[in-house]
């Protein structure tokens, strides 16, 4: 196929035309329905697959041509497929090297799995009697499971700690203290096993 996209950030084997990063941006909300512009963009930018810019500009040429629709929810800003714009990807989907189809839509996954840690997962730092708390809730859905209070440092340690945990897990959090209560560490251990 033509180079006729930008290359700049984007790795060998990467999208370097600009009808492949339209099928791509397709391709995401075909297979997961609804996402939002960033996940969609970071998804393809994360490993390389598509510059930045490019694909900024293959969901505004696909939404002025109505392949894609912007919605809103009270809390959510998402992109989806028209009826065109599947119709598109169901007939090209296999022009699409499979190899970036694969690593997009595993980084889609990665991002998904973080923004749903971190609406499960409340933070909040605080300073009371000349000492430094992380207050950590962890929450199942509407579900509160717990709330953690760390004495910490200062703010840059409440942020690694924080970072660390919606990137591991903060549900492990949760079983580990359970489990360790309980004196069922083989449920845990279970758990953990699943969870990777």
Request: some cysteine.
């Amino acid at each position: 196929m033509e180079i006729n996209a930008s290359t700049a950030g984007v790795v060998p084997g990467g999208l370097n035309n600009t009808d492949q990063i339209k099928l791509l941006v397709c391709y995401l909300l075909k297979s997961y329905g609804k996402l939002s512009r960033e996940t969609i963009v970071e998804s393809a930018v994360k490993d390389g697959l598509a510059n930045y810019f490019e694909m900024h500009d293959a969901i505004n040429n696909l939404l002025s041509k109505g392949h894609i629709i912007e919605s809103e929810t009270k809390d959510f800003i998402y992109l989806q497929l028209t009826d065109s714009g599947n119709t598109i990807i169901s007939q090209l989907e296999s022009s699409l090297p499979r190899t970036v189809r694969e690593k997009a839509t595993k980084a889609a996954m990665d991002i998904l799995t973080i923004i749903k840690r971190e609406r499960e997962t409340n933070f909040e730092f605080k300073q009371e009697n000349n000492s430094c708390y992380l207050y950590c809730t962890i929450n199942d859905g509407n579900l509160e499971l717990t709330t953690i209070k760390l004495l910490v440092p200062n703010k840059e340690t409440a942020d690694i700690i924080k970072n660390q945990l919606i990137k591991t897990d903060p549900s492990l959090v949760f079983h580990s203290v359970v489990a360790l209560l309980t004196g069922d560490i083989e449920a845990f251990t279970e758990y953990f096993n699943h969870a990777e």
